[in-house]
Each structure stands twice: as C-alpha cells, then as structure tokens.
C-alpha cells in the first residue's frame, strides 16, 4: 500500500473543505457584524501500520495526515457611518441580545433595526433586541424618533423606553456557536454577563461591517487553487509509478 496516496487524498479533502469555508465568507461579507471563520491546518499521524503478522513497524515512518481545524474570528470589523438612525454599532466588546420566534437568546452585532408592527424593536430577521433584563423594548406609538446614547439607553421624546442588553461571555470561543442570525451558547447553562459601561459604546447611525477581507480570502482562494493541482499532480505521479512497477514485476519470463 503506498501510503502517500492517502496522504494526498486527505490533503485534497481538507483543501475542499477550506475551499467552502473560504466561499461562505465571502457570500457572507456584505452582512453587518458577521464574524468570519478562520482556517488552520496541522499534521496526525496515522498511527503505525502492522505487518500481516501484526508486528509493529519499526523502520518506516508513520503515515501523517492534514487535519483542517476552524474557529471563529471575533475581531472587531470595520465600523462605517451610515447616517441612519436604525443602526446601531458596538465599538468595543459584547454583543446584542435578541429573542427568535421561539424565545431563544441569540447574540449579535448586527445592529440594523426597525420598529414592527406592534411598536417592538426588531432586526431584519424579526429576531427582538432584548433589555438587560431579556424583555423586549417596546416603542410609544406616534412618540417621535429614537435617540440612543452611547450607553444603549433608547428615548424617545423626553422619555426613557428601555436599555440596549450588552452582553459578553468568558470565552466567546468556547462558548459560543453560529446560527443564522448570530451566535447561541453551546451550553444552555452558560449565560453572559452584562457588560460593563466602560467597555463598549454604541454608535447610532454607524454599522460594523463583517470582518471579511475580499483581498485576503481571494488570496486564499488562489492557494487552495495552487495546493490542490499540487497534490493532483503527486497522485498522478504515484499512480504512474504504481502502474510501471505493476507492469515490470508482473511480467513472466
């Protein structure tokens, strides 16, 4: 069994595998706060392969395979004035709370919003922006514009309608996984704490933008590109090599 033709087939796994991490970033780059994944690779031995009498090889080297491993790059993007009064940017740590359809926490930093029909503030997907206190934050019908300060308080006219939740986790690594729409906890059990004053503004009228690079992912995209007719190529080369020495060895005098 010739060992580097594994070793190239699961290089060509992993090398697709990045490939669709690479596209979703950038079919995603142009959605506010969205959080790219960044990619990395390391090297797992096979393990020793027996002998068909079972004893361990000694001499030969164990067989190495490329692993892709991925996690979330929580990076501030690039913050952006848009002028309109329904966004709203987190300059800082922590995320926004908003409730889904099923009363579920998900944490974001998109900040689009709007008032729906029953006067609640909610974002593109319907999800509501949610107080310190996980309630959702209901607007006076005909009470005027929103004015949002940098601490997240929300007014409107001379009153006081509710507070923006900010909140941050730990470890967002650890605790946290995507969804549509933002990020839930892995553990139900995790819960963030609200963060602390001095640790973020709110912006209104700015949106962050993703934190995409087109250049750096189109870069990626070219070394995928590189690798993987690499690794074809070496394919190629061992099948050759394997069908020459089956046809030398295997002929009779």
Not at 12 to 20: A, C, D, V
Request: cysteine-free; overall charge negative; aromatic content about 8%.
């Amino acid at each position: 069994m010739n060992l580097s033709l594994y070793e190239n087939a699961s290089a060509l796994r992993g090398l697709e595998q990045y490939q669709n991490v690479i596209a979703n970033n950038i079919a995603a780059s142009h959605v506010a706060g969205f959080k790219k994944v960044a990619v990395s690779f390391e090297a797992v031995e096979g393990g020793e392969i027996a002998r068909s009498t079972h004893d361990r090889l000694r001499n030969e080297m164990p067989g190495s395979f490329p692993v892709m491993k991925n996690q979330i790059d929580f990076n501030e993007g690039e913050i952006r004035e848009t002028n309109n009064p329904m966004d709203l940017a987190i300059r800082g740590e922590g995320f926004f709370a908003l409730m889904n359809q099923n009363g579920d926490s998900v944490y974001s930093r998109d900040g689009q919003f709007y008032a729906n029909a029953d006067g609640v503030l909610v974002n593109s997907m319907g999800h509501e922006f949610a107080d310190q206190g996980g309630n959702n934050i209901q607007t006076i019908p005909g009470g005027g514009d929103l004015l949002i300060d940098k601490e997240g308080q929300v007014f409107q006219g001379e009153q006081n309608i509710g507070q923006l939740g900010v909140f941050v986790f730990e470890d967002p690594l650890m605790d946290l996984q995507k969804v549509g729409g933002g990020f839930v906890s892995k553990d139900p059990e995790t819960q963030p704490e609200i963060a602390e004053a001095e640790s973020f503004t709110i912006m209104q009228g700015y949106l962050e933008n993703s934190n995409v690079s087109a250049i750096e992912e189109m870069i990626g995209l070219i070394e995928v590109s590189r690798a993987h007719e690499a690794n074809q190529k070496m394919i190629q080369t061992f099948d050759q090599n394997i069908g020459k020495a089956i046809g030398t060895l295997g002929q009779t005098s």
